[in-house]
């Protein structure tokens, strides 16, 4: 992948049309695509009563590649971080962004607190505190702590982007071994748990126990279709994916563990 900052854009072009699995916003699931998206959202551009889906529509038409894959975050898309390696002739690469503002332990949700309420975070009202512009979503371990609204699932990756702002983790990942339809399902769920031992390893504290990740995360893996059935732990498709990705992944939270 090439990666290209261009506020409030960051372009990674798989230098080709790619199979792409996600749950990305504008296309989800199993695409076809050369570009994989980010786009910075600041204050400005949230309102209350934002259609999200059809706001983000626009920013890639705006953008001239409404075909690519696109990820929503408030962190800085200056802090992306990217890590690539290879294993028995298999090479990947990855590029994430990281924010745990909007942090939670898997299975366990947290409620709207008074606390978060008193930021500003409640749907109706627009903070403007935070470090990045989006809201208090990245503002430093103290909101991941005690500011994030858990029972608002929805979030950017699925559309419902809240109105104070979340910090998410957004992954784009590209594997060079070509991969059946169980393979590459099987890949992202490596990619998944990768990322969750990052954040595990980063041990953010939450009331309701270590974050395991946050609610609004997203992963867009690309491959070419090819006749490998299998891309688990014990391969060196999976060995190489779980490497670039828990290492990005480490780099990005500790960089905005730096901003507390």
């Known amino acids: 992948m090439t990666v290209t900052l ?29 570009h994989i998206l980010w786009r910075e959202v600041r204050d400005a551009d949230l309102t209350t009563d934002l259609d999200t889906g059809r706001w983000f529509t626009g920013e890639l038409a705006r953008s001239g590649d409404t075909e690519a894959v696109g990820l929503l ?72 702590r005690f ?49 969750t031992a990052a954040v595990l390893e980063a041990g953010l504290v939450l009331v309701t126990g270590t974050a395991t990740g946050t609610g609004t995360d997203c992963i867009a893996l690309a491959a070419d279709p090819g006749e490998a059935r299998h891309a688990g732990l014990h391969t060196p498709a999976g060995e190489v994916l779980g490497r670039v990705v828990m290492e990005a992944t480490a780099a990005a939270i500790a960089d905005w563990m730096a901003l507390s």
């Open 147 to 195: 500011s994030t609204p858990g029972a608002m699932t929805s979030g950017l990756a699925a559309g419902g982007l809240a109105a104070g702002g979340y910090g998410t983790i957004n992954i784009a990942v590209a594997v060079s071994e070509g991969l059946s339809d169980g393979a590459m399902v099987e890949a992202l769920s490596i990619v998944a748990e990768a990322r």
């Open 6 to 34: 261009d506020r409030p854009w960051l372009r990674c072009d798989l230098g080709r049309m790619r199979r792409v699995l996600s749950w990305s916003l504008n296309r989800p699931g199993f695409v076809s695509a050369r």
């Open 73 to 144: 975050t408030s962190r800085d898309v200056g802090t992306w971080r990217g890590a690539s390696a290879e294993v028995e002739g298999i090479r990947a690469q990855a590029v994430v962004t990281a924010g745990l503002s909007n942090a939670e332990r898997v299975g366990r949700r947290r409620p709207v607190t008074p606390d978060y309420r008193a930021a500003g975070g409640v749907a109706g009202t627009v903070s403007t505190s935070g470090v990045t512009g989006g809201g208090i979503a990245e503002s430093g371990v103290g909101a991941a």
